[in-house]
């Protein structure tokens, strides 16, 4: 079976899932909250509106919201052949369960971009409408928005691929979601020491404090550098990925 044909199967799986619902849960809380919360300071003279209510939104949303969706976008994808020996009916077909494994991950990342997606869709929606209630004639920042949209979703993908090991680890449900969410909650702490660098739960939202960084110190230099981080994720998501995909469905082949 070729993968373009398995992965078209792995998108109907999911294709009734409550995926969908799921992904627009927490762009609309965080989005709905942070907005509202600092519209109400905003005056016609205002400037950086728009920065100031990313990070408004984004630092709960990167930290624990995001983060949080996913352990449960996850476990609904692991679970379409979890339940009821699916896994064993798969493995009998003549398909490699590496790219089974492959191709689940590729779902897991497409939700991942479309809840990204929509945590952008959102807060451009939510941000005119605040703009334009208090008066403040600034300009949409698309360029600004894209870019730390497009990082945050990076900075995930070390934790995604992460999460999806653990949930192929450990195949009961229960013990994958309390595995992660004790990952994901002491997040913001050890973003705050030098460890964060090979903590891939605090990627995201480290980016975001960083953004905030920026915001406060006007200084032309970022805060997030890219060295030595970058190497370092690269090889936090290489090898998770690696162990995901070796360890899907080998205890069900003896």
């Given at each position: 079976m070729r993968f373009l044909e398995l992965l078209k199967i792995e998108f109907m799986k999911v294709k009734r899932s409550k995926i969908v619902p799921l992904i627009f849960i927490a762009p609309l809380l965080v989005v709905a909250s942070g907005v509202a919360g600092l519209s109400r300071y905003f005056t016609p003279e205002y400037t950086d509106a728009w920065a100031a209510m990313f990070i408004q939104s984004a630092l709960v949303y990167a930290y624990y919201l995001l983060?949080?969706?996913?352990?449960?976008?996850?476990?609904?994808?692991?679970g379409r052949e979890t339940g009821n020996n699916g896994i064993l009916k798969m493995l009998?077909?003549?398909v490699s369960r590496y790219l089974l494994s492959v191709a689940k991950f590729c779902v897991l990342v497409f939700w991942l971009s479309v809840e990204m997606a929509v945590f952008f869709a959102v807060?451009?929606?939510?941000?005119?409408?605040?703009?334009e209630t208090m008066g403040v004639a600034e300009t949409l920042p698309v360029f600004y928005l894209v870019k730390w949209c497009a990082g945050l979703f990076l900075t995930m993908l070390p934790c995604v691929g992460t999460m999806w090991a653990i949930t192929v680890l450990f195949e009961k449900p229960l013990l994958s979601v309390g595995l992660n969410?004790?990952?994901?909650?002491?997040?913001?702490?050890?973003?705050n020491t030098p460890l964060w660098i090979v903590y891939p739960y605090c990627y995201s939202g480290c980016l975001v404090s960083c953004s905030l960084h920026d915001f406060t110190v006007e200084s032309g230099a970022t805060a997030f550098m890219l060295f030595p981080f970058l190497p370092v994720a690269v090889l936090v998501f290489v090898l998770t990925f690696a162990v995901a995909v070796i360890k899907f469905g080998k205890k069900e082949m003896r």
């Amino acid at each position: 079976m070729r993968f373009l044909e398995l992965l078209k199967i792995e998108f109907m799986k999911v294709k009734r899932s409550k995926i969908v619902p799921l992904i627009f849960i927490a762009p609309l809380l965080v989005v709905a909250s942070g907005v509202a919360g600092l519209s109400r300071y905003f005056t016609p003279e205002y400037t950086d509106a728009w920065a100031a209510m990313f990070i408004q939104s984004a630092l709960v949303y990167a930290y624990y919201l995001l983060p949080f969706s996913m352990i449960v976008v996850c476990v609904l994808i692991a679970g379409r052949e979890t339940g009821n020996n699916g896994i064993l009916k798969m493995l009998v077909l003549p398909v490699s369960r590496y790219l089974l494994s492959v191709a689940k991950f590729c779902v897991l990342v497409f939700w991942l971009s479309v809840e990204m997606a929509v945590f952008f869709a959102v807060f451009v929606i939510a941000g005119t409408v605040a703009t334009e209630t208090m008066g403040v004639a600034e300009t949409l920042p698309v360029f600004y928005l894209v870019k730390w949209c497009a990082g945050l979703f990076l900075t995930m993908l070390p934790c995604v691929g992460t999460m999806w090991a653990i949930t192929v680890l450990f195949e009961k449900p229960l013990l994958s979601v309390g595995l992660n969410l004790l990952l994901v909650i002491p997040g913001v702490l050890v973003a705050n020491t030098p460890l964060w660098i090979v903590y891939p739960y605090c990627y995201s939202g480290c980016l975001v404090s960083c953004s905030l960084h920026d915001f406060t110190v006007e200084s032309g230099a970022t805060a997030f550098m890219l060295f030595p981080f970058l190497p370092v994720a690269v090889l936090v998501f290489v090898l998770t990925f690696a162990v995901a995909v070796i360890k899907f469905g080998k205890k069900e082949m003896r």
